[in-house]
């Protein structure tokens, strides 16, 4: 199954890299190897047949808005609450906007980007987290799960009996996934200031599966901090580009 549309959170305000950024970039736009960190992502997927890329911006949004110039598929679709509310907010923006399946992604991640090419839902009905093996950096979300379904996921190893790995910020979503997800939060009356991985994880538990695609040695980081940046450029993207 080809999906044709895709949404990438990037309202958050990294602050954790602001000693690169100082807080004049978005994290998202900080630069590796002359290209911004997110246009490393609006090309693999224009490579893989998606044809709509709804980004959810907030912090410095303005800075974003050369991508709709420069990508006819990007929209940008703002979040006003971005400093008062996390990214399921954002996440929830697009309900109303996004019936289809779709691929929802983070940012802040670079990644192989052959990896839609096997990272696709057999229909419209199967949703699909993208893990991998933990990486030798810090802030990894590890998962758990049960006969393949997606149950849990924590940024505390400890919290786990096993570890069967780690998130990747790469999701493969279904038909008319949002409007139902939507109604899961208004029922269990969430907050607002959760991270919309963690409330997928509970959703999957309870309600709707979402399943595990592990590819165990996949070239991928998340760019939170200088580390991570680092890593990036000498480990990531060398083999990528």
């Known amino acids: 199954m080809e999906i044709k549309t895709a949404i990438i959170l990037a309202a958050g ?5 602001r000693s690169v950024t100082r807080d004049e970039t978005p994290k ?9 960190i997110i246009e490393y992502s609006i090309k693999a997927l224009k490579k893989a047949g998606v044809q709509k890329i709804l980004l959810g911006c907030g912090h410095l949004l303005q800075s974003f808005t050369y991508l709709e110039k420069k990508y006819e598929e990007v929209k940008i679709v703002e979040n006003p609450f971005y400093d008062e509310h996390a990214s399921i907010y954002t996440l929830l923006m697009f309900e109303k906007l996004v019936n289809e399946p779709f691929y929802l992604l983070e940012a802040d991640i670079l990644y192989d980007p052959t990896i839609f090419e096997q990272f696709t839902p057999v229909d419209n009905n199967q949703n699909l987290i993208l893990t991998s093996e933990p990486l030798s950096l810090d802030d990894n979300v ?14 505390k190893e400890e919290d786990l009996s096993e570890t069967g790995g780690v998130m990747t910020g790469v999701w493969a979503i279904s038909d008319g996934f949002l409007n139902r997800f939507a109604q899961f939060c208004d029922q269990v009356n969430i907050e607002y200031n959760e991270d919309y991985e963690m409330l997928l994880a509970r959703y999957s538990l309870e309600q709707e599966p979402i399943n595990i695609i592990h590819f165990p040695d996949l070239n991928w980081c998340e760019i939170d901090n200088e580390d991570h940046l680092k890593y990036a450029l000498n480990e990531v993207l060398p083999l990528i580009t």
Request: aromatic share 8%; proline share 11%; charged share 30%.
């Open 28 to 36: 998202p736009l900080t630069p590796l190897k002359g290209q911004p």
């Open 142 to 155: 590890y998962f758990d799960s049960k006969e393949g379904r997606l149950t849990k996921l924590t940024k």
């Open 13 to 17: 305000k990294g602050t954790r890299l």
